[in-house]
């Protein structure tokens, strides 16, 4: 071949790569590409056979994913050795490429069965990688004689070369869409989760509602016959009897409040207070009788138990100064600083309780239940004039 048969070669070769890569720009898929470089690996050599295959590492073998000139059937489902004793798996295992010019002389490997078939004499092969792990060899053969030689190996490896890049980004496409999908998926979960979330939730509060309107309805049940029965009553247990309908509609009132907060165990002092008061205010007479109830508390947030005690002592006291008191009533409960605890203090404008008082030697229930609850918060009640004292400590000193 003289030179110039040579460089015409050459420059063919060279417009094979370029158009390689115009194909891979394309973007048609990875078969429609492999076939492409299949093709024109035939045509730069001047070969009848190429093919483009691919290492199957589970089976260590290589499939035939395209190919020229191999009976029909073959590509997509032959497959060869992978091992050192064929061409191309001493060139994929080596990482160099291969020249066999004899292979019926060959002492390096043996000729695998589907290139015997086909007569073929000579083969060349080089790697098909990019910047991941190899993709597997890309191979011509021909049944002629004559000699491969490196400046073919130069062509074959550019071809290669650019196959494997395009096999990177390809790759790198499928996981971004594997990622995608993987990211899409994790959204429908959550979007899922949230709707049965939702649905919980949804379940919970209608759940609530029918457990406070059974409450409701058993504590008005329970109000009710207490009414009838002190109103049929005379004396002493016709006063006990509406005692016990009015802490009856305490427990409803608290239950109430407690119902309406958008906590789940605890509420906030300050406005369960407020609202308490504002209900006692008008169950408790004062507000017809002109008499102004006053509240001050810290916003405060508070166990609800710890809550329920604090209203229904107010309940108790608040309803004591509405019988046997006079003026306005004024309550606060406040944090101190020092302690971390609550003082809570109920005053009126009338006399108040006699000096030297004792709740322990009292005999009314009212006075029991003051005190008991006032012990349940860890505080002991005083009275002093017309003002009611609690100071409850911090729950968490209690513990300690």
Not at 89 to 116: C, D, K, Q, W, Y
Not at 369 to 379: C, E, H, P, R, T
Request: with cysteine; aromatic share 4%; hydrophobic share 40%.
């Amino acid at each position: 071949m003289n030179s110039t048969e040579e460089l015409t070669i050459r420059l063919r070769q060279q417009a094979l790569i370029a158009e390689l890569g115009l194909a891979a720009l394309r973007r048609e898929g990875l078969q429609p590409l492999l076939e492409t470089a299949a093709r024109l690996a035939a045509e730069g050599m001047g070969g009848s056979f190429s093919k483009v295959l691919e290492y199957q590492p589970e089976d260590q073998c290589f499939l035939l994913r395209a190919g020229m000139g191999w009976r029909e059937g073959n590509v997509g489902t032959a497959r060869i050795g992978s091992d050192m004793e064929s061409p191309a798996g001493f060139a994929f295992r080596s990482g160099r490429p291969v020249i066999s010019n004899h292979l019926a002389g060959e002492s390096r490997f043996r000729t695998p069965a589907l290139m015997a078939e086909h007569g073929i004499r000579r083969a060349v092969n080089v790697v098909i990688r990019g910047e991941a792990e190899p993709f597997g060899v890309l191979e011509v053969d021909s049944r002629d004689d004559g000699d491969f030689t490196p400046r073919d190996v130069n062509f074959l490896q550019a071809l290669a070369n650019t196959l494997g890049l395009a096999l990177d980004r390809e790759l790198r496409e499928r996981e971004m869409q594997r990622l995608a999908e993987l990211a899409a998926a994790r959204a429908r979960e959550a979007e899922e989760a949230v709707a049965a979330r939702d649905a919980l939730l949804h379940e919970k509060d209608l759940l609530m509602r029918e457990v406070d309107h059974r409450v409701k309805n058993s504590l008005t049940v329970t109000r009710s016959l207490l009414s009838l029965q002190a109103r049929l009553s005379t004396g002493g247990a016709r006063e006990a009897l509406e005692e016990a309908a009015q802490r009856v509609s305490t427990i409803a009132l608290v239950h109430d409040r407690l119902y309406r907060s958008d906590r789940i165990g605890s509420v906030e002092l300050g406005d369960y207070l407020g609202g308490l008061c504002s209900d006692l205010e008008r169950s408790a007479g004062l507000r017809d009788s002109g008499r102004p109830m006053r509240v001050l508390a810290d916003a405060h947030e508070c166990p609800a138990d710890e809550a329920i005690t604090i209203g229904l002592i107010i309940t108790e006291v608040v309803t004591n100064a509405a019988k046997y008191g006079a003026g306005a009533v004024s309550i606060r409960c406040l944090r101190d600083d020092a302690t971390g605890g609550l003082r809570l203090e109920v005053t009126d404008e009338g006399g108040g309780m006699p000096p030297g008082f004792n709740p322990a030697e009292s005999d009314g229930l009212g006075m029991r239940l003051i005190l008991a609850l006032s012990q349940k918060l860890g505080g002991e009640p005083c009275w002093e004039g017309p003002t009611f004292r609690l100071d409850i400590p911090d729950p968490a000193s209690l513990r300690e």
